[in-house]
């Protein structure tokens, strides 16, 4: 007589839904609304009672300075709490689920109203110098976060530990277990597809979502102090997690998707209009080198996010077209006195790096891995050595040595001189703002060029290589070939951007193209803005660079220890979002396949 043991599946009893403070779900989401609201008013009250401290903040009826990043984490808290009572109109807030992404919005308007209060405290010696207003926010934000956190959430079976375990060993698991369940937490779902609209509709979306990017990317450029540049970066980064979790970030990439040459060219309106948001030439200076980085990482994203052969040496790249234009547009210190037109000088500036990407590559290419990095790491640092020593002495007078090449004239095309201020529509528009306008043409073309490569078969062999170089070879493709053209044209996107920069900077140095240094560009930042960004993408390393510049020129008050808080935010980053800021729909499935597995597993005993 055999015994037949059958396994019975049950389904999760309701005791696993609850959240990570003990507060009933009706009381929990009621302390989150009235949170968000109370957060909201206290925006509008008096904070301190001096305006010694930045911002002023002793206004009645009008917020000042970080009291506006707390009225928009306010307001984000609010919104989303009402959209989970499916009050009428503002369902579509939160397609994937709301209860993520008040979480998020609640932490963002406390991280922000507490941080705000302990600058006020340290600047102004004590929280005795917050007048009632500031108080009610800080209690209305804690109101908020508490009810956010007691939200019920399905908490996930752990494992228990091992009997045999150290107490060390014990408390690690232990701590596992409870960041298992934190994660859960902040889970969301998935949101359902999206209904098609009319495609005027969908543009005009998408028209306001560029509006709303300009604006903000405008404010975080043109803050006044330090303190309020940290306030807006706790308030974006997690305002634009609470969005993503509440998928609207979802359903405007899926229309970006549907309108791709739409969105290209709106994106590029909306950088267009930078200039004419500013008063001076002061932050245009900071976002034509943007653009020159941003551009810059999106020609390595062709070697490292379509092929992913590790590039270290990437700079050098950008060094020699800056150089190879340099001595061509009409610099005393050139060697050759020679002034050619700008649109000679960017092409031999292009050509140059791609001639010098061939050289490169053509001997190196066939390593793989650590190897081929080592070796373009050291191609970084013989360039820098090379131009340094061509002064005369130690090598031929070609590169003018430590001094560089110096007092670059400024361009003049078809009669526009770039070096002067012109008045458009009303608007003066300086040096900088001029070459703004330049660098994103060349972005333009960058944009273009990766996007026709990578759409091509030649992209698709890159791919292939990226995902197994045996297997693609043993298909038919060659290898080598593929690797060259990718690296040869990678160095041509950087020269052509090194062109540019030579103009906009005057003089070019080899100290300005290293492996690693506080300031960017250089190659370490440059591969940080690719990973960060979204490898194999467009938005990606546009959006990594723009980051990747902006902060470490916002955080120089930080001094010797910026770069600690650099590495410190990439590490968590790449714990917590590997993929990067805007992934690759692959890259993405591959980090998070464990995830998807579990996901996969949840629904089957569901159905059983």
């Given at each position: 007589m055999t015994?037949?043991?059958?396994?019975?599946?049950?389904?999760?009893?309701d005791g696993g839904h609850r959240g990570l403070i003990g507060i009933n779900e009706k009381t929990a989401r009621l302390l989150a609304t009235a949170g968000g609201a109370?957060?909201?008013?206290?925006?509008?009250?008096?904070?301190?009672?001096?305006d010694a401290f930045p911002g002023d903040l002793t206004v009645y009826g009008y917020p000042g300075g970080l009291q506006w990043l707390v009225l928009v984490g306010g307001l984000l808290?609010?919104?989303?709490?009402?959209?989970?009572?499916?009050?009428?109109?503002?369902r579509w807030l939160t397609p994937a689920g709301a209860d993520a992404a008040i979480k998020l919005a609640a932490l963002a308007a406390?991280?922000?109203?507490?941080?705000?209060?302990?600058?006020?405290?340290?600047?102004?010696?004590?929280?005795?110098?917050?007048e009632p207003g500031g108080f009610i926010a800080l209690g209305a934000t804690l109101i908020a976060l508490v009810g956010a956190l007691a939200l019920p959430f399905e908490h996930p079976e752990t494992d228990a530990a091992d009997p045999d375990d150290s107490g060390f060993d014990k408390f690690k698991h232990d701590l596992g277990n409870r960041w298992t369940v934190v994660k859960a937490g902040f889970a969301t779902g998935t949101a359902p597809a999206m209904k098609r609209l009319p495609a005027y509709a969908e543009i005009l979306i998408l028209t306001g979502v560029l509006a709303l990017g300009l604006a903000v990317f405008t404010y975080g450029i043109g803050t006044e102090y330090d303190?309020?540049?940290?306030?807006?970066?706790?308030?974006a980064c997690l305002g634009f997690a609470a969005i993503n979790k509440a998928g609207l970030i979802g359903r405007v990439s899926a229309i970006a998707a549907t309108h791709r040459n739409v969105a290209m060219v709106g994106g590029f309106a909306a950088a267009a209009a930078f200039p004419f948001t500013q008063t001076d030439d002061q932050y245009a200076t900071i976002g034509v080198n943007i653009l020159i980085f941003a551009t810059v990482a999106l020609g390595l994203n062709i070697v490292v996010g379509l092929v992913g052969l590790l590039d270290l040496g990437y700079v050098a790249f950008l060094g020699v077209g800056a150089y190879a234009a340099a001595m061509v547009s009409g610099s005393p210190s050139s060697p050759f006195g020679v002034h050619l037109p700008f649109w000679q000088a960017i092409l031999i500036g292009a050509a140059a790096s791609m001639i010098f990407g061939v050289l490169i590559g053509a001997p190196t290419l066939r390593l793989r891995g650590d190897y081929l990095a080592i070796v373009t790491l050291g191609f970084g640092e013989i360039f820098r050595i090379a131009v340094n020593n061509t002064d005369g002495t130690s090598g031929p007078d070609i590169t003018n040595g430590s001094n560089g090449i110096s007092s670059i004239p400024n361009l003049d095309i078809l009669g526009f001189d770039f070096g002067a201020e012109h008045t458009i529509a009303g608007f003066t528009i300086g040096r900088f703002a001029n070459y703004f306008f330049l660098m994103l043409i060349v972005t333009l073309v960058v944009v273009l060029v990766f996007r026709r490569s990578a759409e091509s078969r030649i992209g698709r062999s890159w791919v292939a290589i990226r995902e197994d170089e045996t297997a693609a070879e043993a298909m038919g493709i060659n290898g080598f070939r593929v690797k060259l053209i990718a690296f040869a044209l990678g160095a041509a996107l950087a020269g052509l951007a090194g062109a540019v920069q030579a103009?906009?900077?005057?003089?070019v140095t080899p100290e300005q193209y290293t492996f690693a240094n506080a300031v960017?560009?250089?190659?370490?930042?440059?591969l940080a803005a690719v990973v960060l960004g979204g490898m194999g993408t467009i938005s990606g390393p546009l959006v990594g660079?723009?980051?990747?510049?902006?902060?470490?020129?916002?955080?120089?008050?930080?001094?010797?220890y910026q770069l600690f808080a650099f590495g410190l935010a990439l590490i968590l980053l790449m714990r917590f979002r590997p993929e990067g800021l805007i992934p690759n729909r692959r890259r993405q499935l591959e980090f998070h396949e464990n995830e998807l597995d579990e996901k996969s597993a949840d629904l089957s005993k569901a159905g059983a």
């Open positions: 015994t037949e043991t059958i396994d019975v599946v049950t389904a999760p009893s109370l957060t909201t008013v206290s925006a509008f009250l008096a904070w301190t009672w001096t808290t609010l919104l989303f709490s009402l959209s989970s009572y499916g009050v009428k109109g503002l406390f991280a922000t109203a507490w941080y705000t209060a302990f600058a006020i405290s340290n600047t102004l010696g004590g929280l005795v110098n917050l303190e309020l540049f940290i306030g807006f970066l706790i308030t103009h906009v900077t005057y003089t960017p560009p250089n190659s370490a930042f440059l660079g723009a980051l990747l510049f902006l902060i470490p020129n916002k955080l120089q008050f930080m001094g010797e």
